[in-house]
């Protein structure tokens, strides 16, 4: 599940329900997503119904506007054009699903799958089928591709960063190596495109030359959130077989927003948590610093998050809610809350209550024997 904004229009994705909302006109557009052109359908994963699992499934506008992508846990890459009114360009089958789809500065779209490989697929070229960039030996978090196009950066479960040339990807050019734990998130830092900026497992922000893999700055972060949420966190992992003792909550998501040209701002929300933490980074490389900015807690865990025109959108299961940058800190937009009342209508009928996380995939599972662990995957590849 997703949502994605430009303009006046909102995506947002729930399970195989696509909604398009207009907040100047106020219209909806339902759009049906089409079947797959490969019958084949992954229905479990980890012993469970696929259909059930949400964070697979994501909607993004190009940046331009042109395009909007839609990725679903089947396998599945939908990419529509917004100037001939949300026309279905291309469906085509991906070779594993999705773990983070983006969109590149020239409309093209990058995809990272739970196998460890990246694939490109061209937006001028619809009929064409993915070209593999390349390939890790674990699960790919993350993915981006530098705006002068010259780097793709992918991040795995394995606490591993990667620059590799773009899109000759098998020249690799760094690694950035020092996070404990699995990476969710890596971006580019607005006002310093030559820095990169990473989080996930270990309860850090990590702040990179990213040509060279040399750390510029770690920011610990972890004391500032509730001990509650751990244990919400582990009785969820507990819940899923996984006996993971954890000690930091994982990141979530990771944006960032350029203030000026000195100046980004980072929000970060975490799992099983209601809490955003906002970072204020300013200078350059040879004089970098990051400071913690403000914590607001809203009442559910945010599903999504996103900067548009300094504000930040936060998606729950139940609304969105809007916060406006105000020098210092993220106040609630009065005005544009009051605005979307009519969207957030609309986002009670189309989530679907079912879903669940994907939050166990990111820990690995423990085994006591090579036996237990044969019998496992004997019992996933028979279903």
């Given at each position: 599940m997703s949502f994605s904004i430009y303009d006046s229009n909102v995506i947002l994705c729930s399970g195989d329900n696509v909604l398009v909302y207009n907040l100047e006109s106020k219209t909806k557009n339902v759009i049906t997503l089409p079947k797959l052109v490969a019958e084949k359908e992954i229905k479990?994963?980890?012993?469970?119904?696929?259909?059930?699992?949400?964070?697979?499934?994501?909607?993004?506008?190009?940046?331009?506007?042109?395009?909007?992508?839609?990725?679903?846990?089947?396998?599945?890459?939908?990419?529509?054009?917004?100037?001939?009114?949300?026309?279905?360009?291309?469906?085509?089958?991906?070779?594993?699903?999705?773990?983070?789809?983006?969109?590149?500065?020239?409309?093209?779209?990058?995809?990272?799958?739970?196998?460890g490989d990246a694939y490109l697929f061209s937006s001028s070229r619809p009929d064409e089928a993915g070209q593999l960039l390349l390939g890790h030996l674990s699960m790919l978090l993350d993915i981006l591709v530098t705006d002068d196009q010259k780097y793709v950066i992918t991040a795995d479960r394995d606490e591993k960063i990667r620059v590799s040339m773009f899109p000759n990807s098998y020249n690799i050019?760094?690694?950035?190596?020092?996070?404990?734990?699995?990476?969710?998130?890596?971006?580019?830092?607005?006002?310093?495109?030559d820095i990169l900026v990473s989080s996930g497992g270990d309860g850090t922000l990590m702040f990179w030359d990213f040509k060279t893999g040399r750390e510029i700055l770690r920011v610990y972060f972890h004391e500032k959130l509730s001990q509650n949420d751990l244990l919400k966190l582990n009785q969820t992992l507990k819940e899923n077989d996984l006996e993971e003792d954890v000690t930091v909550s994982p990141v979530k998501q990771l944006?960032?927003?350029?203030?000026?040209?000195?100046?980004?701002?980072?929000?970060?929300?975490?799992?099983?948590?209601?809490?955003?933490?906002?970072?204020?980074?300013?200078?350059?490389?040879?004089?970098?610093?990051?400071?913690?900015?403000?914590?607001?807690?809203?009442?559910?865990?945010?599903?999504e998050c996103q900067f548009y025109k300094d504000h930040l959108w936060?998606?729950?299961?139940?609304?969105?809610?809007i916060y406006k940058f105000d020098i210092t800190k993220f106040v609630i937009d009065a005005t544009l809350n009051t605005e979307i009342k009519e969207l957030n209508g609309q986002w009670k009928k189309l989530y679907n209550t079912s879903l669940k996380t994907l939050l166990p995939v990111l820990y690995k599972r423990k085994f006591d024997s090579v036996q237990e662990y044969q019998e496992r995957k004997k019992i996933r590849l028979i279903k």
């Open positions: 479990a994963h980890n012993r469970e119904d696929i259909e059930s699992f949400h964070t697979l499934t994501s909607v993004a506008f190009s940046d331009d506007g042109q395009y909007f992508l839609v990725c679903t846990n089947r396998k599945q890459l939908c990419l529509y054009s917004t100037r001939d009114g949300f026309k279905l360009v291309s469906n085509r089958t991906m070779p594993r699903a999705a773990s983070r789809v983006r969109f590149h500065s020239n409309n093209d779209v990058v995809v990272a799958d739970k196998s050019l760094s690694y950035c190596l020092g996070h404990k734990n699995f990476v969710t998130n890596i971006a580019i830092v607005p006002h310093d495109k944006k960032v927003m350029q203030v000026n040209n000195s100046t980004s701002v980072v929000a970060v929300t975490f799992y099983c948590s209601s809490a955003i933490l906002f970072y204020n980074i300013s200078n350059k490389q040879d004089n970098l610093k990051v400071e913690y900015l403000d914590l607001i807690s809203i009442d559910k865990e945010p599903l936060i998606l729950t299961d139940s609304k969105i809610e």
